[in-house]
């Protein structure tokens, strides 16, 4: 019996319970996080066991064979990406020399364009609500590219009126700041007028803020959730001129992959709007 199977029989939970619990422990594995890993592992464990394979045994042909069993390019690009951060995680405790999916390449993903609201229609979402919380909301996420969890756990501390800059806690407990302008500023300011906040500024969980705005997606038929969002603010802060990995750190990716990935949508006209000629 190897390092690995002697801890897990001891302790009677499986190597993917041990993996999970080590995350939440070390990394800060936020809830949808660990969501997504008891939705991927577990099948994935399954699958070797049928096949009378130990995970610590487990092969890059197996993960292939199971990857391609699974549905939807989406979908297998998901498993893949839980079942390398699994396999990395062993190769760095010790557990095994190599992880199999070292320099494996993942699924191939379509060049899709994802529903994102454009500035004049954001202006519009901001037309169609009263409330200066529910204004002030919206512009922070366009102002910020911060995700839902973010921006609803800031507190009155967090902001700097000064430098007009928040400060939030995103995935891996790693601090960054984000910066709004004078529309967000003015919206927010009328709301704290009104309201003392006793936990975060706006008196709505992350459950709150995403049913208030699935209710103005219903009432203007415009998309408008958290990620669509934070894609609206990736692209246009790329098309403004910011490079991609001012765009990574101040989105709070840990690679470029994700911010290249927005980055197709910036066209050649926009690149041709920002250039400057070499000789002046």
């Not at 049928?50 to 939807?72: A, E, H, M, T, Y």
Request: aromatic fraction near 10%; include cysteine; proline fraction near 5%.
């Amino acid at each position: 019996m190897d390092k690995v199977e002697h801890e897990v029989f001891r302790s009677k939970i499986t190597l993917t319970e041990v993996f999970v619990c080590a995350r939440r422990a070390e990394r800060g594995l936020t809830a949808s996080g660990e969501r997504w890993l008891r939705q991927t592992l577990p099948r994935f464990e399954r699958f070797v066991a049928d096949k009378g394979i130990s995970l610590p045994n487990v092969k890059r042909d197996d993960i292939r064979q199971f990857i391609s069993s699974v549905n939807g390019v989406w979908n297998r690009h998901s498993h893949f990406r839980a079942i390398r951060a699994f396999y990395n995680w062993l190769e760095r405790e010790g557990y095994i020399p190599l992880s199999p999916c070292h320099r494996m390449q993942p699924p191939k993903l379509p060049k899709k364009v994802m529903p994102r609201p454009a500035i004049a229609e954001v202006m519009r979402l901001i037309e169609a609500i009263s409330s200066p919380r529910d204004k002030a909301i919206i512009c922070l996420f366009v102002d910020t590219g911060f995700r839902l969890s973010e921006l609803a756990n800031i507190k009155p501390q967090d902001i700097d009126w000064e430098t007009k800059t928040v400060k939030v806690w995103g995935k891996g407990v790693k601090q960054r700041k984000g910066r709004f302008g004078d529309v967000t500023a003015r919206y927010l300011r009328e709301h704290l007028a009104s309201y003392f906040p006793d936990g975060n500024v706006w008196g709505l969980t992350a459950d709150g803020i995403a049913a208030m705005l699935k209710r103005l997606h219903r009432k203007t038929g415009i998309v408008c959730n958290p990620h669509s969002f934070r894609r609206t603010w990736v692209i246009e802060t790329i098309k403004n001129g910011t490079n991609l990995l001012d765009a990574q750190i101040l989105g709070g990716w840990e690679s470029l992959e994700m911010v290249r990935r927005y980055a197709r949508e910036v066209t050649s006209e926009d690149a041709i709007s920002r250039y400057k000629p070499v000789l002046q």
